[in-house]
């Protein structure tokens, strides 16, 4: 037990981190006409170096681009799929005291994967790291939640089967292609997962045309499919949370629902999991994790508000944990990201800083790293 040399470590974070001003204004003058593609791309650059610098700074041993170049967490990935394009919905997904904006995605042909812009984003992170490069991008899960069964059409899949099969050699392909780029430390982001342990969040998958009680299942087999021929030197972690849009939440409940077959038969290395409200309900369900082969990031310290947790409340629930799952198998996170979407948590930078410095130097304490 102790110092980590390999992902997941054992004080990490999400992804996704708060836009600085300068970004933002960069964005609205891009948007406006005002600059050009490439003058946004040198901004964005400039920025990333920034905060890749003060991640490193911090102690933390592995570094994300922020998702700078990002609007959205997963739909900017979905686009870049072959058979998947971006359209205005309706309305956006609502969440507790809050609404998105109503940019969503269909399937207007096979699915694949012929290459994506974030290959070359990672290309730039990997560049400037001297700590471990570390890259999100959505889980398959996920991008068929968003739809259900309801939303694909019979047209071009006849079948789920082949669907699914397609949804699995796309995000096959993706993962090789980034690790061909150099990535070894790879996150599938998913809400999926977590929102089907909601009963409320269950009947409207079954609404969309789906048996949520076979979902897990379902998105376990796609995922191994995934990753059957991952690369041995690659790690792939999977976040799983209800919802992160302006420090505002979708869904509540324990991960029971899903437990066994997230953290037992699917071939992820790691888990960072939401634990940082009484919503995510206890630590039970970490007695299905297989001993002494995968990690779970404890998302103790919440990145929905500028509170600075007190050090002796989150080592008391590390001591929780551990009644279900052995302390060298845990490490350390914040829930989410800062920034699951281009607006952000509402707190302010320094905070987040503050909170990610604290779990460099918790984990410090708890497991010498």
């Known amino acids: 037990m102790g110092i980590r040399t390999s992902p997941p470590f054992r004080a990490d974070h999400v992804s996704s981190l708060l836009r600085p001003l300068a970004l933002k204004e960069a964005r609205a003058s891009f948007t406006s006409g005002a600059i050009s593609a490439a003058d946004l791309k040198a901004i964005e650059d400039r920025e990333i170096e920034k905060v890749v610098a003060r991640q490193q700074e911090i102690g933390l041993k592995c570094a994300t681009d922020g998702e700078f170049r990002r609007t959205w967490w997963h739909l900017d990935f979905f686009k870049g799929l072959a058979g998947v394009e971006g359209y205005q919905a309706a309305q956006g997904s609502q969440f507790q005291g809050a609404q998105k904006k109503p940019d969503a995605i269909r399937v207007v042909g096979k699915i694949g994967f012929t290459g994506h812009p974030q290959i070359e984003h990672f290309k730039y992170l990997k560049s400037i790291c001297t700590v471990t490069p570390k890259v999100a991008i959505p889980a398959p899960s996920v991008f068929h939640f968003r739809q259900g069964s309801a939303g694909i059409s019979k047209d071009i899949y006849p079948d789920t089967d082949e669907y699914f099969a397609d949804v699995a050699t796309a995000w096959r392909k993706a993962i090789h292609a980034f690790y061909d780029a150099g990535c070894r430390y790879l996150q599938l982001d998913d809400v999926a997962w977590a929102l089907l342990c909601d009963p409320r969040q269950r009947e409207q998958a079954k609404a969309r045309g789906d048996d949520a009680d076979r979902l897990p299942a379902r998105y376990s087999e796609t995922i191994n499919a995934a990753l059957k021929d991952k690369p041995a030197d690659m790690t792939v972690t999977m976040h799983s949370c209800r919802g992160n849009f302006r420090s505002t939440f979708v869904a509540s409940g324990g991960y029971e629902f899903v437990a066994e077959q997230l953290l037992g038969k699917t071939n992820i290395d790691g888990y960072f999991l ?93 497991w010498g790293s």
């Open 274 to 366: 939401e634990f940082d409200t009484d919503r995510a309900g206890g630590f039970e369900p970490l007695r299905f994790l297989p001993r002494g082969r995968k990690q779970v990031v404890l998302g103790l310290v919440t990145s929905k508000s500028g509170r600075l947790e007190p050090k002796d409340e989150i080592r008391r629930r590390i001591d929780e944990a551990t009644k279900y799952v052995s302390l060298d198998q845990l490490c350390l996170s914040p829930q989410c990201g800062f920034a699951s979407t281009e607006e952000g948590n509402v707190l302010a930078e320094e905070e987040q800083w503050a909170k990610l410095r604290m779990i460099v130097e918790l984990a410090g304490e708890v």
